[in-house]
């Protein structure tokens, strides 16, 4: 029900844009998320867009950097990631959590399969 894309290998300072491809189901009833997760340590979340009461969510060491959005036609919710730092090389999750946005992980409904992003010069 989502399909994850875009991570890829940056140099510091540069920028990727995640994608989630949804089902207009999903869209409609349901918050869009990103988590990330390093080896050895669990998933944290790192943004999330309510199309019901109009949030976002951004963690605290990304707010500022990163943006997160919605194109209802494209069926997709995009992560714009700007001047990366090599701590946020993870593996990305778009995650989907009925209504309004939730960081936590034993709340998700839905998962999408991972993707790499590595930031390292």
């Known amino acids: 029900q989502l399909q994850a894309s875009g991570g890829g290998l940056v140099q510091p300072g540069g920028s990727l844009r995640l994608s989630c491809a949804a089902s207009?189901?999903?869209?409609?009833?349901?918050?869009i998320g990103w988590f990330r997760q390093v080896p050895g340590k669990g998933r944290e979340g790192v943004s999330c867009?309510?199309?019901?009461?109009?949030?976002?969510y951004y963690h605290d060491s990304v707010r500022g950097r990163f943006t997160i959005s919605s194109d209802d036609a494209k069926r997709t919710v995009y992560l714009q990631m700007n001047n990366l730092k090599p701590e946020d090389t993870a593996t990305y999750y778009c995650?989907?959590?009925?209504?309004?946005?939730?960081?936590?992980?034993?709340?998700?409904?839905?998962w999408g399969q991972g993707t790499q992003v590595t930031v390292s010069s």
């Open positions: 207009r189901h999903t869209l409609d009833y349901y918050a």
């Open positions: 995650a989907a959590h009925a209504v309004f946005c939730s960081i936590q992980v034993s709340e998700i409904d839905y």
């Open positions: 867009i309510s199309r019901s009461d109009g949030t976002t």
